[in-house]
């Protein structure tokens, strides 16, 4: 039956939920077949959380099981499994909200949605888009980042400030985009592209808060995928939190646990490296100290050598060695002298005692013909009346040839 209010007679808030609790506590238990997306086991607690949605509508609904409803399938069942449950709709008046509490669970097989992402992750593989070989290195200190989250989102914070709080100067190309629904893909994939369109951003960021699976689902779109493994430039995956693992992580260049975590890895920071600098100063000014140190210890070890403290003495000790040389040399040059000087003399005699002009001195004479042989027998002298030319030591005059 409809009420009757108006704007001078409406309900309160309370009155509404407690309404609404009313009609729906006359539900009767059903039995709903959805996929586990989200599952919640605390220790110690009775009760277990689990989130069941419908993969065709993208709808989801909250579900509460009591631990020993659920502990008989919990070896089979785990996120991303298909179930059904038996469940009654119940409603929480004071946050006006909606859950089921199941009775029953039973597993129907693997989740189609983690089958479908199990089933594009290999392909995508077999591709090659996850090779390491593809992974491009991040720059040391970006001129200018892009990052695309959400608006206003805590991950945009936590990127920007950490960021900032790292290097001051950092500057930023914020693109906000709806980061989970139906528009979600289209948006990080055109931001993605018109930031990789821009010469000046050296990085790029996409990040995320936390969230169920299926909210993290347009990080594991294909066409996402493949957008970042074609961008030129190198693109850091900060989705969720450490156990969150979409496809996005796999493709991009360096993965980061948290959007915190993406601004230290993207970011140095200022005061490390300003003690890095000043270390590697005080490195090398030790590493100058001690070679310094070094060559004045060697230089004073040679300056006290004897020879570099009196250099002198060398030439002094060499002196009387040079002079006994040079006596030595003059010595054998003169006997060297006189034995050739005897020798020549010797010789000297012998060339005139053998001479020819020597014996004619004695009184011989050399008898030639007109033609120049010497008359070595009276046979040779010729003719009688012939002239013959007759050589003594004081000259020489012509004789003839008698009978």
Same mark, same amino acid.
């Given at each position: 039956?409809?009420?009757?209010? !108006?704007?001078?007679?409406?309900?309160?808030?309370?009155?509404?939920?407690?309404?609404?609790?009313?009609?729906?506590?006359?539900?009767?238990?059903? =039995?709903?077949?959805?996929?586990?997306?989200?599952?919640?086991?605390?220790?110690?607690?009775?009760?277990?959380? +689990?989130?069941?949605?419908?993969?065709?509508?993208?709808?989801?609904? @909250?579900?509460?099981?009591?631990?020993?409803?659920?502990?008989?399938?919990?070896?089979?069942?785990?996120?991303?499994?298909?179930?059904?449950?038996?469940?009654?709709?119940? =409603?929480?008046?004071?946050?006006?909200?909606? !859950?089921?509490?199941?009775?029953?669970?039973? %597993?129907?097989?693997?989740?189609? +949605?983690?089958?479908?992402?199990?089933?594009?992750?290999?392909?995508?593989?077999?591709?090659?888009?996850?090779?390491?070989?593809?992974?491009?290195?991040?720059?040391?200190?970006?001129?200018?980042?892009?990052?695309?989250?959400?608006?206003?989102?805590?991950?945009?914070?936590?990127?920007?400030?950490? &960021?900032?709080?790292?290097? %001051?100067?950092?500057?930023?190309?914020?693109?906000?985009? &709806?980061?989970?629904?139906?528009?979600?893909?289209?948006?990080?994939?055109?931001?993605?592209?018109?930031? $990789? &369109?821009?010469?000046?951003?050296?990085?790029?960021?996409?990040?995320?808060?936390?969230?169920?699976?299926?909210?993290?689902?347009?990080?594991? *779109?294909?066409?996402?995928?493949?957008?970042?493994?074609?961008?030129?430039?190198?693109?850091? !995956?900060?989705?969720?939190?450490?156990?969150?693992?979409?496809?996005?992580?796999? #493709?991009?260049?360096?993965?980061?646990?948290?959007?915190?975590?993406?601004?230290?890895?993207?970011?140095? $920071?200022?005061?490390?490296?300003?003690?890095?600098?000043?270390?590697?100063?005080?490195?090398?000014?030790?590493?100058?100290?001690?070679?310094?140190?070094?060559?004045?210890?060697?230089?004073?070890?040679?300056?006290?050598?004897?020879?570099?403290?009196?250099?002198?003495?060398?030439? $002094?000790?060499?002196? @009387?060695? #040079? $002079?006994? +040389?040079?006596?030595?040399?003059?010595?054998?040059?003169?006997?060297?002298?006189?034995?050739? *000087?005897?020798?020549?003399?010797?010789?000297?005699?012998?060339?005139?005692?053998?001479?020819?002009?020597?014996?004619?001195?004695?009184?011989?004479?050399?008898?030639?013909?007109?033609?120049?042989?010497?008359?070595?027998?009276?046979?040779?002298?010729?003719?009688?009346?012939?002239?013959?030319?007759?050589?003594?030591?004081?000259?020489?005059? #012509?004789?003839?040839?008698?009978?």
């Amino acid at each position: 039956m409809a009420l009757q209010t !108006s704007p001078e007679a409406p309900l309160p808030v309370g009155d509404v939920s407690r309404l609404i609790g009313g009609w729906i506590d006359r539900l009767g238990a059903v =039995w709903v077949e959805g996929q586990i997306t989200q599952l919640s086991r605390r220790p110690g607690a009775g009760v277990v959380f +689990l989130t069941l949605r419908d993969p065709s509508h993208d709808i989801s609904v @909250s579900v509460t099981c009591f631990r020993q409803a659920f502990d008989r399938i919990a070896d089979v069942v785990t996120e991303g499994a298909r179930v059904v449950v038996l469940a009654k709709p119940e =409603w929480y008046a004071p946050r006006g909200q909606l !859950s089921l509490r199941a009775t029953e669970i039973r %597993p129907v097989g693997i989740g189609e +949605l983690l089958v479908r992402l199990e089933q594009l992750k290999k392909s995508l593989a077999s591709e090659g888009l996850f090779a390491l070989d593809r992974k491009k290195p991040l720059p040391f200190l970006p001129q200018l980042i892009g990052l695309v989250c959400g608006r206003a989102s805590a991950a945009e914070r936590d990127v920007l400030e950490n &960021a900032r709080r790292r290097w %001051p100067a950092v500057r930023f190309e914020v693109r906000n985009t &709806a980061v989970q629904g139906v528009h979600a893909v289209n948006q990080v994939v055109r931001a993605v592209k018109e930031l $990789d &369109a821009v010469d000046e951003v050296d990085v790029i960021v996409v990040a995320r808060g936390g969230g169920s699976v299926e909210d993290l689902l347009p990080f594991s *779109d294909e066409e996402l995928i493949r957008t970042v493994a074609a961008c030129r430039t190198p693109v850091v !995956s900060a989705i969720g939190h450490e156990p969150d693992s979409p496809l996005l992580d796999l #493709v991009a260049d360096v993965r980061a646990s948290t959007p915190t975590d993406a601004a230290k890895k993207v970011v140095p $920071d200022v005061g490390e490296e300003l003690d890095r600098v000043q270390q590697l100063r005080d490195r090398a000014l030790r590493t100058v100290r001690g070679l310094l140190d070094r060559e004045e210890r060697g230089l004073a070890h040679a300056l006290g050598r004897p020879c570099m403290e009196h250099p002198q003495r060398m030439v $002094d000790e060499r002196a @009387s060695e #040079v $002079d006994a +040389l040079i006596g030595r040399g003059r010595r054998v040059l003169g006997h060297l002298l006189d034995r050739a *000087d005897s020798e020549l003399a010797h010789t000297r005699a012998r060339v005139l005692a053998l001479s020819p002009a020597a014996t004619l001195e004695r009184g011989y004479a050399v008898l030639q013909r007109a033609d120049g042989h010497v008359v070595r027998d009276p046979a040779d002298a010729g003719a009688a009346g012939e002239a013959l030319r007759a050589r003594v030591s004081g000259g020489e005059f #012509v004789v003839r040839v008698a009978e």
